[in-house]
């Protein structure tokens, strides 16, 4: 699938700001390093959503490939493994797959991760059991962020389980008052999307007829917030 300039346009500033602005701060909310009051409720919401994603995979991943669409440093794409799962784990910054390579060490017994650096939609990437994707979706647009999920959901054999930001008053205001700041001094822009329409626009798309949604949840925990959709092949 050939995604609009939007998405390459947007893929690149996220590219720019993961490698070059915030891999440090980054690399340090995903430690056990302390961290201010804001950033503990970021890295404790986080492992709560990675908890409840590796949730949905089965225990025994034996056999299976998984993809970790934009692994970050890696934590997700250890745990997968360690249940048995051979993963490809990709994100499209050098630094944070160099900080992934350095920090993740599997126990015997485990099954194998590869990083790479990759576009997680890129062509070469191959077929995948499932197919995870945590909060790498939400800072694109309503229309790019459905034509992702459909590229991923192609490469999935049995499911896809990805995050958006969910509209809410809370987070409509938030991202309003990131707009205040200078561009250099802030992340790209999470996108906020309304359940019901990120619903509508992938049915438009044709996914109902090969998908069915299985679960999703809410994860809100102080300044972070993330729904996920669990979609199984039928």
């Given at each position: 699938m050939m995604l609009p300039e939007t998405y390459t346009r947007r893929r690149d500033q996220i590219e720019n700001y993961f490698d070059r602005t915030a891999v440090d701060a980054w690399a340090k909310l995903t430690s056990d390093a302390p961290v201010s009051r804001i950033?503990?409720?970021?890295?404790?919401?986080?492992?709560?959503m990675r908890e409840t994603l590796v949730g949905y995979l089965p225990s025994d991943l034996r056999g299976a490939r998984v993809l970790d669409a934009g692994c970050g440093t890696g934590?997700?794409?250890?745990e997968v493994a360690s249940r048995g799962a051979d993963v490809l784990a990709i994100d499209i910054?050098?630094?944070?797959?160099?900080?992934?390579?350095?920090?993740?060490?599997l126990p015997a017994g485990a099954?194998?991760?590869e990083f790479r650096v990759s576009d997680m939609v890129a062509?070469?990437?191959g077929q995948f059991d499932w197919v995870v994707a945590m909060d790498s979706l939400i800072h694109y647009p309503p229309d790019d962020m459905a034509d992702m999920v459909l590229a991923l959901s192609a490469r999935a054999r049995?499911?896809?389980a990805f995050t958006f930001a969910p509209r809410t008053p809370a987070l409509s205001v938030m991202h309003a008052v990131g707009r205040l700041f200078p561009r250099g001094n802030r992340s790209p822009d999470i996108v906020p999307v309304a359940p019901m329409a990120l619903a509508a626009?992938?049915?438009?798309?044709?996914?109902?007829?090969e998908f069915v949604l299985a679960r999703s949840a809410r994860i809100d925990v102080g300044f972070y917030t993330s729904q996920t959709v669990e979609l199984v092949r039928r």
């Open positions: 950033r503990a409720t970021v890295r404790a919401g986080r492992d709560k934590a997700l794409a250890a910054s050098p630094r944070l797959i160099a900080l992934a390579e350095e920090r993740v060490r099954g194998s991760i062509r070469d990437l049995r499911g896809v626009t992938l049915a438009r798309r044709g996914l109902e007829s």
